[in-house]
C-alpha cells in the first residue's frame, strides 16, 4: 500500500509540471516557427538581409572545403580548424539545399538546447526561469539566430555546462571541441571546482583539443591560417570602442567605415589605438578573471556556469567586434545559470536579454543608421553596450561576494580589548585637552 501510495504522488507531481511546462514550449514552438519563416525569406522582414552569409559565404568556403584545403588566403575565414565541421554540417542533409539544410540544422540545435534546459529546470533546487532567457532572448534576437554558426557552438557550450557538474572529463572533452569550434567555449572551464575537478577537466580539454586540430590539420592544409585575419582586424562598428568613433564623425574626424574582414569597420586615423586598447581591456578582464580564480573559496553548485557567464561576458564586452550572433553565446550561459536557485545571475541574465532586444533593433532592422553614425544609430548602441556593460560589472559583483570570503570577523575577546583601547585613548585625549585649556 505504501509503494502504491508513494508511486500515486510521483504520478500527481509529474501531471502538475505538465501544465507548467506547455507555457514555454507553446512560446517556443510559436517563436521558432517564426524564425523558419524569416530566414527561409517567406516572411521579409525589414532591413538588412541575414541570409547571405549562409547562402553565399558559408556556401562558398563549403565548397572550397570539399575540395581539400581551408580557405587559404581568404580573409573573411576568421575561424579555427574545427568551424569546418559546421560549414560542411549541411551536408548531413543532402535532399535540401545548402541554406535550407543549415537552417533546419541551426533548428535542431535550438530545439536541443530547449530539451535540455526543461528537463534539467524540472529537477529539486532548479527553475525553468533559465527556459525562459533562452525561449526569450532567442525569439527577440530575431532571425540572425539561424543564419549564423554561433547557435551550435553554443548548443556544444549549454552541453558541457549541464554534463559540468557531475561528469568534469565530458565538460573538458565537450569545451576542447568547442574551443576548436569558436575559441570562446575554453572559458567555460574558468570556474571548476580546484583538485580532480579542475585537472580531468582541463586535461580533458586540451587533449580532445589538440587531437582534433591534429586530424583536421592532417586532413585540410592552412588551419591555423585564421589567426593572422584575427590580428588585422579593426574596430567593428558595434563595439564598444567604435562608440568613440561613431561621435568623433560628427567632429570632424577623416576616417571610414568600411567592409573588410567580414564585417563593417571603422578604418583611419587612431583605429589601430583604439583596438590596442580593447585589448588591453581584455587582458586586463583576464587578470581580473585569475586574481578571482585565486581567491575563490566557495565553489557552489551554480559556480561553474556563473564563472562562465561572467568570462564570456567579460570578453565580449571588451571585444573591439560586438557582432549580434555574440549575444547568443550570453544567452545560453545566462540560462544555464538560471537553471539554478542559488545562481546570482538573475539581473545580468534580465539585462542580457533587455540587450538582445535592443540589439535586433541595431541589426538588422536599423543597421544604415548605425553605419551612418546618425543619432539613432549611436543611441541604440549607447543602450546595448550600455546594458552589456552594466550586465559584466554586476556579474563580476555577484561572482566575487558569493564564492570570495570576506574579512573574518575577530575574535570577541579582540574586540573588547580594542574597544578598551580606543576608549582609554579617547579618555586620555579628554585630559589632554583640559590641561591645555586650563594653562591659557
Given at each position: ?322 557582432s549580434p550572433q ?62 552589456l556593460v552594466a ?50
Amino acid at each position: 500500500m505504501a509503494h502504491v501510495g508513494a508511486t500515486a504522488r510521483v504520478a500527481e507531481v509529474e501531471r502538475s509540471r505538465v501544465p507548467g511546462a506547455l507555457g514555454p514550449i507553446s512560446v517556443w514552438l510559436l517563436t521558432r516557427t517564426v524564425l523558419m519563416l524569416c530566414v527561409l525569406r517567406i516572411i521579409v522582414t525589414p532591413g538588412s538581409d541575414v541570409t547571405p552569409d549562409v547562402s553565399v559565404t558559408y556556401r562558398g568556403w563549403y565548397e572550397v572545403l570539399r575540395s581539400g584545403t581551408f580557405p587559404v588566403g581568404d580573409v573573411t575565414w576568421q575561424y579555427p580548424p574545427g568551424a569546418a565541421f559546421a560549414i560542411l554540417s549541411p551536408a548531413l542533409l543532402p535532399f535540401l539545399g545548402y541554406a535550407t539544410a543549415f537552417f533546419t540544422l541551426c533548428l535542431l540545435c535550438d530545439t536541443l538546447v530547449f530539451g535540455l534546459l526543461l528537463h534539467t529546470g524540472r529537477r529539486p533546487g532548479h527553475s525553468t526561469r533559465g527556459v525562459w532567457v533562452w525561449v526569450t532572448g532567442v525569439a527577440v534576437l530575431g532571425p540572425t539566430v539561424y543564419a549564423r554558426y554561433d547557435l551550435m557552438v553554443t548548443a556544444v557550450a549549454v552541453c558541457a555546462l549541464l554534463a559540468g557538474t557531475r561528469r568534469p572529463q565530458l565538460l573538458g572533452a565537450l569545451a576542447g571541441f568547442g574551443a576548436l569550434l569558436k575559441v570562446w567555449p575554453v572559458l567555460l572551464l574558468i570556474g571548476t571546482p580546484r583538485g580532480r575537478a579542475t585537472r580531468l577537466s582541463w586535461s580533458a580539454a586540451a587533449a580532445t583539443a589538440l587531437a582534433l586540430l591534429a586530424m583536421v590539420s592532417a586532413v585540410l592544409p592552412g588551419a591555423l591560417d585564421f589567426l593572422t585575419a584575427q590580428r588585422d582586424r579593426g574596430t567593428e562598428v558595434e563595439s564598444l570602442g567604435a562608440l568613440v568613433f561613431h561621435v568623433a564623425r560628427h567632429l570632424g574626424w577623416d576616417g571610414a567605415v568600411m567592409f573588410s574582414y567580414g564585417s563593417v569597420e571603422f578604418r583611419g586615423p587612431y583605429v589601430p589605438l583604439v583596438s590596442a586598447l580593447a585589448l588591453v581591456l581584455s587582458l586586463a578582464s583576464f587578470g581580473w578573471l585569475l586574481v578571482w580564480r585565486l581567491k575563490a573559496s566557495t565553489f557552489g553548485a551554480s559556480t561553474l556556469c556563473d564563472a562562465a557567464f561572467v568570462a564570456v561576458l567579460l570578453f565580449t564586452v571588451t571585444s573591439r567586434v560586438i557582432s549580434p550572433q555574440y549575444m547568443i553565446w550570453l544567452v545560453g550561459l545566462a540560462a544555464v545559470c538560471l537553471l539554478l536557485r542559488s545562481s546570482p545571475m538573475t539581473l545580468p541574465a534580465v539585462l542580457v536579454v533587455a540587450a538582445c532586444a535592443v540589439t535586433v533593433l541595431e541589426f538588422p532592422l536599423f543597421f544604415s543608421h548605425v553605419t551612418a553614425s546618425d543619432w539613432q544609430g549611436v543611441t541604440l548602441l549607447v543602450v546595448r553596450n550600455g546594458l552589456l556593460v552594466a550586465a559584466a560589472l554586476t556579474a563580476c559583483g555577484r561572482l566575487w561576494r558569493t564564492t570570495v570570503p570576506g574579512p573574518r570577523p575577530r575574535p570577541r575577546a579582540q574586540r573588547q580589548e580594542a574597544a578598551e583601547t580606543a576608549g582609554s585613548g579617547d579618555a586620555g585625549a579628554g585630559k589632554e585637552e583640559e590641561y591645555r585649556l586650563l594653562g591659557s
